[in-house]
């Protein structure tokens, strides 16, 4: 069946850490990636995407992500997090053409100041 | 920020008693959906509207039924609730065909416990 891992579900780091939260999904055919950010009591919102062309993709807050095909993986990056950066990252994948995502269980970051 | 508002924000209500959750855009969407999150799970699609009355399953639609009479508003109802939907309900839109091949904008959630 069609899913998305991402790898750790809480996350602790200090100011100025760099940031690497993996998803890797299960799918040998065209994919379209996604990350999303829930911020403590705020809604879901899109941190980057990649459909197609360069694998390294930039977001928002400065965060990016590498679409490695051969591993099946997009990982989020960031090289410096802040406090600020607390919330819960989701990774998701639209597989298939009814163009519905399935979404990884969610990894909780917390930043310590 | 998109304009979705979900209501209620929390509720706790009784096994067995039907529950109407309401999302409300002011967007001009024409794609809504509904999700629960649940630890360990992500996000999992309940229904999903591609216009208004025009409604389809999604992966865990079982016990769970939606309406949309106007293009603003997309209602959940759980029949007669039962423990195991305890969980937290978002609301998303896009403008084009499915979260997978777009952006999809969400709302703030719905806290429901069934006790």
């Known amino acids: 069946a069609q899913s998305v891992s991402q790898h750790n579900h809480h996350v602790i780091l200090s100011e100025a850490a760099s940031l690497e939260l993996g998803c890797n999904y299960s799918y040998g055919g065209t994919v379209n990636l996604f990350w999303y950010v829930q911020y403590p009591g705020q809604h879901l919102q899109l941190l980057l995407k990649?459909?197609?062309?360069d694998p390294l993709v930039k977001g928002i807050k400065g965060f990016e992500a590498e679409f490695i095909k051969s591993k099946f993986s997009f990982n989020l990056r960031k090289p410096s997090v802040q406090w600020s950066d607390t919330a819960e990252y989701f990774c998701?994948?639209?597989?298939?053409?009814?163009?519905?995502?399935?979404w990884g269980a969610g990894t909780k970051l917390i930043i310590k100041p | 920020d998109a304009g979705i508002t979900q209501s209620p924000r929390h509720k706790v209500t009784e096994t067995g008693t039907p529950v109407t959750l309401r999302c409300h855009q002011t967007e001009n969407h024409r794609y809504m959906y509904w999700y629960r999150q649940d630890p360990g799970h992500g996000l999992r699609l309940i229904h999903y509207?591609?216009?208004?009355?025009?409604?389809d399953k999604g992966e865990v639609s079982d016990g769970y039924s939606v309406s949309r009479s106007k293009t603003e508003d997309f209602l959940l109802t759980l029949e007669s609730a039962t423990s195991s939907q305890t969980s937290v309900y978002f609301c998303?839109?896009?403008?084009?065909?499915?979260?997978?091949?777009?952006?999809?904008?969400f709302g703030q959630g719905t806290r429901l416990t069934v006790v």
């Open positions: 998701a994948a639209c597989m298939d053409s009814n163009y519905q995502l399935i």
């Open positions: 998303a839109i896009s403008e084009s065909s499915g979260t997978g091949n777009t952006e999809a904008f």
């Open positions: 990649y459909f197609s062309g």
């Open positions: 509207s591609y216009g208004v009355k025009d409604t």
